[in-house]
């Protein structure tokens, strides 16, 4: 379905009207995502423009999107088993979209509470976390001055089997490249 992507099979999509972005260019959050495939070992969503009619009826473009969920994660991970996934998500607080937040609860208490500037403690992150992927979804981020970032819009994910690590899912990118900028810039 997404040419640029090797999954054959969706259990579910999303038919999503470009959020923040609906009275702009509603391309966006789908733009951002493409510059960074490819280009780094990141989570991201796919991206496809559609006309949507309903019924006969025109009712306007709208993007076709991976629906991020355990699935999603399972599909671009064929590796990870659906219902073996720890899947997290922050909007001002963390709740648990799939599986437990017992591990997610642990290593964020480890971080708050360990000082990482010693060698011992970062190498304890380091083996429950993808540092460069980690760095990858930050830089992405920072580059695209996505100003609904990081109080919102968070999602990260492991897989339950031992020795697995925390990685990110670059989503909702709306605010980014001075969506909401009174800079003329832009």
Do not use: C
Request: negative net charge.
């Amino acid at each position: 379905f997404f040419e640029d992507k090797d999954i054959s099979s969706f259990k579910s999509l999303t038919v999503r009207h470009s959020g923040n972005d609906y009275n702009k260019s509603r391309l966006r959050d789908g733009f951002m995502q493409n510059i960074v495939k490819s280009r780094m070992d990141i989570d991201y969503q796919e991206f496809q423009p559609a006309l949507v009619f309903l019924n006969g009826d025109f009712w306007g473009h709208y993007n076709i999107r991976e629906k991020l969920n355990e699935h999603y994660i399972a599909a671009n991970h064929e590796e990870i088993d659906p219902d073996e996934i720890d899947y997290m998500e922050f909007n001002n607080e963390i709740s648990t979209l799939h599986g437990s937040r017992d591990d997610f609860d642990i290593f964020m208490d480890f971080i708050e509470n360990n000082d990482l500037s010693l060698s011992s403690n970062y190498d304890s992150v380091k083996s429950k976390m993808d540092i460069n992927e980690y760095l990858n979804y930050y830089i992405s981020q920072i580059y695209f001055e996505n100003q609904d970032w990081p109080q919102n819009n968070l999602k990260m994910w492991k897989s339950q089997e031992k020795g697995s690590k925390w990685r990110w899912v670059l989503f909702d990118t709306d605010f980014g490249f001075g969506r909401f900028s009174n800079d003329p810039s832009y």
